[in-house]
């Protein structure tokens, strides 16, 4: 693991500074306590303190997931955050910023913004071991960790340069604790009319309308949105393509595959979607 990395990690049982083992080819990280953390050889880190309540996505859903943003549909979204982010770190007094992506699932957004921060390092947090696997090698200056955000984060206080959350749940008290003060949380939500043609055609779960506003209202007693931008294109997708879209998202847990793809036959080739989504700039209070 990078040294960058490691040194702004902490044990998630005690809050001790890691350090990095290796006996033969098993690596592991350890506190001064003797708490003893795994390195998979995959190459994330297990860095949760007991069971996590949930595993996250399923592997069919990372790898459809893998496939559809490797594929550069949702690049927009990708360089919005390289800017936003390479904004706030020409900003930072640090040599090398840490720019965290909770929920990272892959690593792809991260691998994104760290191509265009060359003097910044990664982490990508999640508790899905198939989307771990991935981020792991998803950018030569990033790491991944296994790590539930809604616990305690395997971090330093004020160790984060910038925060990453895209399509994914939110900690704000936590988010607050691991972000250097001139640092920024970057939250991507879907917009309303977000697969909009999917949702109707499809029967898929629609967008909350106060969306925004209850995404504020859970981050307000620990940031202040400083900024918002919507980014949108229309995507031209196959029918093969939008089978993939769906899977890889929280819709792929309640539809039903067979009435899916019967529904998605009828769909026409291509089929027109708008991808809408809301970046906003959090500063921590």
């Known amino acids: 693991m990078d040294a960058r990395i490691l040194a702004r990690l902490r044990?998630?049982?005690?809050?001790?500074?890691?350090?990095?083992?290796?006996?033969?080819?098993?690596?592991?990280?350890?506190?001064?306590r003797r708490h003893s953390f795994d390195v998979a050889r995959q190459g994330y880190v297990n860095l949760l303190a007991g069971r996590a309540p949930h595993t996250g996505d399923t592997a069919e859903m990372v790898a459809a997931r893998a496939g559809f943003l490797a594929a550069g549909h949702y690049a927009i979204v990708a360089a919005a955050l390289a800017e936003a982010t390479r904004a706030i770190a020409d900003g930072a007094d640090e040599a090398y910023p840490l720019v965290v992506d909770a929920g990272a699932g892959t690593g792809w957004y991260l691998a994104a913004v760290l191509a265009a921060l060359p003097d910044a390092v990664g982490l990508a947090l999640d508790v899905a071991k198939p989307?771990?696997?991935?981020?792991?090698?998803?950018?030569?200056?990033?790491?991944?960790?296994?790590?539930?955000?809604?616990?305690?984060?395997?971090?330093?206080?004020?160790?984060?340069?910038?925060?990453?959350?895209?399509?994914?749940?939110?900690?704000?008290?936590?988010?607050?604790?691991?972000?250097?003060?001139?640092?920024?949380?970057?939250?991507?939500?879907?917009?309303?009319?977000?697969?909009?043609?999917?949702?109707?055609?499809?029967?898929?779960?629609?967008?909350?309308?106060?969306?925004?506003?209850?995404?504020?209202?859970?981050?307000?007693?620990?940031?202040?949105?400083?900024?918002?931008t919507e980014h949108r294109a229309r995507l031209e997708l196959s029918r093969t393509e939008v089978a993939t879209l769906v899977g890889m998202g929280p819709s792929a847990w309640h539809a039903d595959p067979a009435r899916l793809a019967e529904r998605i036959t009828a769909l026409p080739d291509p089929v027109p979607v708008t991808l809408a989504v809301r970046l906003a700039v959090h500063r921590p209070r």
């Open 11 to 32: 044990c998630p049982v005690c809050g001790e500074p890691l350090a990095e083992t290796t006996a033969g080819t098993a690596r592991a990280l350890h506190c001064p």
């Open 131 to 228: 989307a771990l696997r991935r981020a792991a090698r998803a950018h030569p200056r990033a790491a991944a960790a296994l790590a539930d955000t809604w616990q305690r984060l395997p971090l330093a206080d004020r160790s984060a340069t910038v925060l990453l959350n895209v399509f994914a749940p939110r900690n704000g008290a936590e988010f607050h604790r691991v972000l250097d003060p001139a640092g920024a949380l970057l939250v991507v939500t879907p917009a309303a009319d977000h697969l909009a043609e999917l949702v109707d055609a499809l029967d898929l779960l629609r967008v909350d309308p106060a969306k925004a506003d209850r995404v504020a209202g859970s981050l307000s007693a620990h940031f202040t949105e400083k900024s918002a």
